[in-house]
């Protein structure tokens, strides 16, 4: 049987002040977003109305006032569970992503949480399964310490198999509800799991029908072979982060390989890069606006780390200025101003993670170290303490480097970040989604009603293999 024809799909990164970390300074910004209920709607309905798959909600368990001046979207924000409630009542059809780590949960809780979300919203509910890498978070959590990446991964490992085990714990028809006869439950489709392990032990059955998706919709984001391993196995939906199209495409076939190990096809799982997209009518006008974004960005004084909590990339534990900036390039360039042009003999000196941040600097926003838009220094701070791609355009050229990365199966789509809101979501969907949709890359109506149907998953049967209650 042939696969599937490969299709597009769209997330939206939903930071309240914007995944740019001078995003809430921007002109027309909501500085104030992440606790205005309304606003998360309506920006919520902006994506829905063009199409995407989902909005995803990230969350972190622990807070520093030094994000204030790194990430604000990350230092104070509602618990995500109670926002997406509030999502799904808004909405009616677009996936809404919430983040739980096992790590500081446990996994009735989360079956619990994720199957009701899923009933409340129709079936359009994912887990974003995070193992936590803030080690912040185990002192709001009674702990010590945090875990190393094996413990935490060998804990997420069976917390997923307990949590799909208790979606299935009820059968589909379990619930006759048969007022005449007067049987409400077929007590024969009710099951406990009777799960011992090495670290959880827990009877079931969960006290939440089988969710609308049979199978909530499983995400995942990670670079260690841990991280890809689980993806492979668990993930319906991967994020990743990789710095250029040569490594994304090393990261695409190695997870899609991985995944056939365990009896999937390419077809069942997505992997979206991250992509930050400052788009204008024109290309002059995306520049002038990512030039003042960068702009509104603080320089901290020497030797002040102001960047700890990065969504990933080079740009965790980095100082932002140019003592941080030599580190990376191997090549001292502190005597330089901040918005002077780079040398050329400095790209040629540079180390290679510096090359990288060259490199993706000049192929996402078209600039140079020479010409009529040489790459400064500040690009070079801003490209370093990001973590994710840029790409900085029209429309035209927007679409040209999704469609090339989807094309050269280096993403199956993106997990679009708005740089401010809610002015970089409506440019997205005013200019970049319309064009995607004139090469009939992008859908112009949903397939279905559920996050599965968007993904075009099916609904899995449930497992069979515990004892009826």
């Known amino acids: 049987m042939s696969e599937p024809q490969r299709e597009l799909h769209l997330g939206l990164m939903f930071w309240a002040t914007g995944t740019h970390t001078a995003g809430w300074r921007y002109p027309g910004a909501k500085a104030d977003g992440a606790f205005d209920i309304a606003f998360i709607q309506e920006v919520t309905r902006l994506v829905e109305a063009a199409k995407f798959d989902f909005l995803f909600l990230g969350d972190r368990l622990a807070t520093d006032p030094a994000l204030a001046k790194t990430n604000p979207a990350q230092m104070s924000r509602m618990e995500p569970f109670t926002v997406a409630a509030a999502i799904a009542a808004a909405t009616s059809h677009i996936g809404i992503a919430v ?10 809780t989360v079956a619990r949480l994720l199957g009701s979300l899923d009933h409340l919203s129709g079936g359009r509910a994912a887990w974003n399964l995070v193992t936590g890498a803030d080690g912040a978070a185990a002192h709001n959590f009674s702990r010590d310490a945090h875990w190393d990446t094996e413990k935490r991964y060998d804990w997420a490992d069976e917390f997923v198999d307990v949590v799909r085990d208790l979606w299935d714990s009820t059968e589909d028809d379990a619930f006759p509800r048969d007022k005449v006869g007067g049987r409400f439950l077929d007590e024969s489709k009710l099951h406990t799991i009777d799960h011992v392990g090495e670290h959880f032990s827990v009877r079931g059955p969960l006290n939440v029908a089988r969710p609308p998706q049979g199978q909530v919709v499983l995400l995942h984001a990670g670079t260690s072979d841990r991280s890809r391993e689980l993806g492979a196995r668990e993930a319906d939906v991967i994020f990743a982060g990789q710095p250029n199209l040569e490594a ?11 995944a056939a190990r365990y009896g999937r096809t390419d077809h069942d799982i997505r992997i979206l890069p991250g992509l930050s997209v400052v788009v204008g009518a024109t290309t002059a006008a995306a520049v002038e606006v990512y030039d003042r974004l960068n702009a509104l960005l603080p320089l901290d004084p020497e030797g002040e780390v102001v960047d700890t909590v990065r969504f990933g990339g080079l740009g965790q534990g980095l100082k932002r200025n140019l003592a941080s900036v030599s580190r990376v390039l191997g090549v001292d360039v502190t005597g330089y101003g901040h918005h002077d042009p780079v040398p050329r003999a400095i790209f040629d000196t540079s180390g290679p993670e510096g090359r990288k941040v060259f490199a993706g600097i000049t192929e996402t ?10 790459i400064t220094f500040f690009d070079l701070i801003n490209g370093i303490t990001v973590g994710t791609r840029t790409v900085v355009g029209d429309a035209v050229e927007v ?13 199956d789509g993106f997990n679009i970040f708005p740089d401010f809101v809610p002015g970089s979501v409506r440019a997205f969907t005013e200019l970049v989604v319309p064009e995607l949709q004139r090469r009939k890359l992008f859908r112009t109506e949903y397939p279905g009603t559920t996050f599965r149907d968007h993904l075009g998953l099916a609904r899995p049967a449930a497992r069979r293999r515990r004892l009826a209650v």
Do not use: L, S
């Open 99 to 108: 983040t739980a780590n096992p790590t500081y949960y446990d996994p009735y």
């Open 365 to 374: 926003t078209r600039r140079t170290v020479a010409g009529p838009e040489p």
């Open 248 to 258: 994304a495409q090393e990261y695409y076939a190695d997870v899609k390989a991985r």
């Open 399 to 411: 679409a040209d480097h999704i469609q090339y990365w989807f094309e050269e199966r280096a993403a």
